[in-house]
């Protein structure tokens, strides 16, 4: 069965996840969410003002019936999220005063993770019209990483028809370490795991096997070490170039002997430059569609979107968001 078949099949055998939208301005958000509420998969809880939302979805021949619509500012909660926000970031470095807070609450994105912090929804969605940073701030800020991670990374189902590939981090830390570039590895597996791919994790530089020197090089064969120390139930190897990662007849030539080169399904970048360019030009000049970034690590399911997706990107990163949830349960 096609993957997001199986991820529907999931969380429509679940309670339905409460999965709110930060960006109800904007007409892909309310495609998907229209189309999720349709297809019964999902409680969307969409933020805006509620004359302007159910303008634009009827502009746009849309029906939102049924669907939970919130104005932060107006909503009977606004003044008790204030303080339950200004609560939280005590003993931190921003947002330490009350007016801070209030201001905080006014935007969105900060009042959507908080629904997701107090469990007033399950999950969250946002990006379309956010850069990352905007997106990821308040979850970096509330919600913070899973219990036992250390960093956040985002990553992308690549896919293709048949073909599905994992990329990380393509989103969130710009330059990150050898131990970090480890946890992402692992993060990766675990999304891999989740949309039914057996991992295969690939560390991607531009040397193979040491045919290259330097720090860079380096950084990428410690972090491969590092993983294979702490996962050895992982297949995985770097440092690997992209055709010695995936191409058998390259992998036989530049590293003979790997059981992941060659068949790599789990590519972590060595920083988000590579990346970030990586994961579009497979979706722009390769015909994949990107589906992310998938934020891993955070506390609770919180997804971003890049300002380019499409109205059916967002509907399957929102059944993915409400699979995240449903395994945490
Ligand atoms: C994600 C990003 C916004 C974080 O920004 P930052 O300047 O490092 O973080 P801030 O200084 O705002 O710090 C916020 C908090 O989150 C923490 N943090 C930052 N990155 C983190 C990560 N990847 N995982 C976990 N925590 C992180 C910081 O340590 C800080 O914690 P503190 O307040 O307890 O000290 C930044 O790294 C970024 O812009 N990344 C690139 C995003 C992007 O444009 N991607 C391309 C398009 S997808
Ligand atoms: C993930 C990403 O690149 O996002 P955007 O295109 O919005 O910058």
């Given amino acids: 069965m096609e993957v997001f078949e199986q991820l529907k099949q ?32 999902l409680e969307p809880i969409v933020l805006g003002k509620k004359d302007q939302v159910l303008a634009l979805a009827k502009e746009n021949d849309l029906d939102l019936s049924g669907v939970m619509i919130i104005d932060p500012v107006t909503s009977p909660d606004f003044e008790d999220m204030c303080q339950k926000f200004h609560e939280r970031m005590q003993g931190g470095k921003h947002f330490q005063t009350m007016e801070e807070a209030e201001k905080a609450m006014h935007d969105a994105n900060f009042y959507g993770t908080m629904l997701v ?14 850069s990352t940073a905007d997106t990821v701030r308040p979850a970096l800020f509330i919600l913070k990483t899973k219990p036992g991670m250390h960093r956040i990374s985002g990553s992308f189902i690549m896919e293709r ?12 830390s710009i330059d990150p370490t050898a131990d970090q570039l480890a946890e992402f590895a ?21 040397s193979t096997k040491g045919s290259a020197k330097g720090p860079q090089v380096d950084k990428v064969s410690e972090a491969a070490k590092i993983f294979k120390d702490q996962h050895p139930e992982i297949p995985a190897d770097g440092e690997l170039q992209f055709d010695a990662a995936f191409v058998p007849a390259v992998a036989k030539l530049k590293a003979p002997g790997s059981e992941v080169a060659g068949h790599a399904n789990v590519f972590v970048f060595p920083e988000l430059q590579s990346g970030n360019i990586a994961y579009k030009i497979t979706q722009r000049l390769g015909g994949f569609t990107a589906i992310g970034p998938v934020l891993q690590g955070v506390a609770k399911p ?11 990107d967002v509907y399957k990163i929102s059944i993915l968001t409400a699979a995240q949830a449903v395994s945490a349960d």
């Fill in 161 to 172: 028809g048949e073909e599905k590939y994992v990329f990380a981090d393509c989103a969130i």
């Fill in 117 to 130: 912090y107090t469990g007033k929804a399950d999950g969250m969605v946002s990006g379309a019209a956010h």
């Fill in 10 to 41: 999931l969380i429509k055998s679940k309670d339905k996840q409460r999965i709110v939208f930060p960006e109800g301005d904007d007409v892909r958000i309310l495609t998907a969410v229209s189309q999720l509420k349709k297809d019964d998969l």
């Fill in 302 to 312: 919180v997804n971003d979107l890049s300002r380019g997706c499409s109205a059916d």
């Fill in 186 to 206: 692992a993060q990766s597996a675990a999304t891999a795991k989740m949309i039914g791919i057996d991992p295969k994790v690939a560390f991607l530089s531009f």
